[in-house]
């Protein structure tokens, strides 16, 4: 059977999910996936693995966030194998990997989903996968395709969909997050004002942190949770690599798509945090029928934010398609 064909058969529907695995063989060149009730993992060819989407909450024993449901990338890798993302941190427990939510919002509800409670109730509120296919796998890239539904007890407050397209580039994997948010009635989703949420990458500490954009090292401050005036200005991107004492470095890089509504960023080098934030000096309301769309490239790279041309990948991130 050919392989993208059976791929993107692969197909959730609602709650239920078939096991999923990679054929072998033949998809050795190529990008794979492999999917069961609680993850989907996405490997390069040659069969390393680039990262997992967690659909639900790890079983016992595994490093979990402190949050109702999944719906978040970890780990992700760089391409020697190097885990660059954190889930569960003491410090922030439910900081989870590469995620998107927000600390308060309210459509029929009012809600945190993720996973703070100080502004608004984060209990019984849930991120929830309803399905997740890979819809394309060849020896370029793979997609998976993401709906969730985020739910007040029983009621789902906003939609989203989005879709996850994995490639490689020399010394980094690349992932491209492209988001559809969506009101589900026809009361409008109104997402706060607040200094930090949205999308976000959750470092594993491994060194000396070291933040760089595209002029070089940074040197501001690490912004204050509560001081939208604390944030770093709008950028093309930031990049967040550890040097390890023993002379090892990696880091990720978050690029911010100018499509996206303006950003400043919430980056605190001791949370081991990038986040873009669209809220941070307003709220952002979603009606009925008038979609959000949010697009983000995250690169996990071997060596510093200069082993890899960042610029020219931001550049190919923004590109028109011809």
Known sequence: ?????????????????????????????????????????????????????????????????????????????????????????????????????????????????????????????????????????????????????????????????????????????????????????RKSVVIAQNPFGGFCYRARPRGRAVVSGPGGEMQNPDAVFNKPETNWGPSRWYDLTYHTDDGKASGVAVMDHPSNPPSTWHIVRGIHMLNPCIVADHPVEIKFGEPLYLRYRVVAHDGDATAVDLDALFEGFTAKPE
């Open 1 to 185: 059977m050919n392989t993208r064909r059976w791929l993107g058969a692969l197909t959730a529907v609602g709650c239920s999910v078939a096991l999923a695995h990679g054929v072998r063989g033949q998809d050795e060149f190529v990008f794979s996936a492999e999917r069961d009730e609680e993850r989907v993992v996405i490997k390069a060819p040659g069969e390393a693995p680039v990262l997992h989407y967690q659909r639900e909450k790890p079983g016992a024993g595994e490093p979990a966030a402190a949050v109702d449901g999944g719906c978040y990338t970890h780990p992700l890798y760089t391409p020697s194998g190097d885990i660059v993302t954190d889930v569960g941190p003491k410090d922030h427990p439910h900081h989870r990997g590469v995620f998107c939510a927000w600390v308060s919002m309210e459509g029929e509800q009012k809600g945190d989903w993720w996973g703070w409670g100080a502004l608004a109730p984060k209990e019984k509120r849930s991120i929830v996968n309803r399905e997740a296919r890979i819809t394309e796998a060849d020896d370029s890239l793979a997609t998976l395709r993401v709906i969730n539904s985020w739910r007040a007890e029983a009621d789902t407050i906003l939609g989203e969909r989005v879709t996850i397209t994995t490639r490689q580039a020399p010394g980094c994997n690349i992932v491209d997050y492209e988001f559809k948010f969506t009101a589900p009635t």
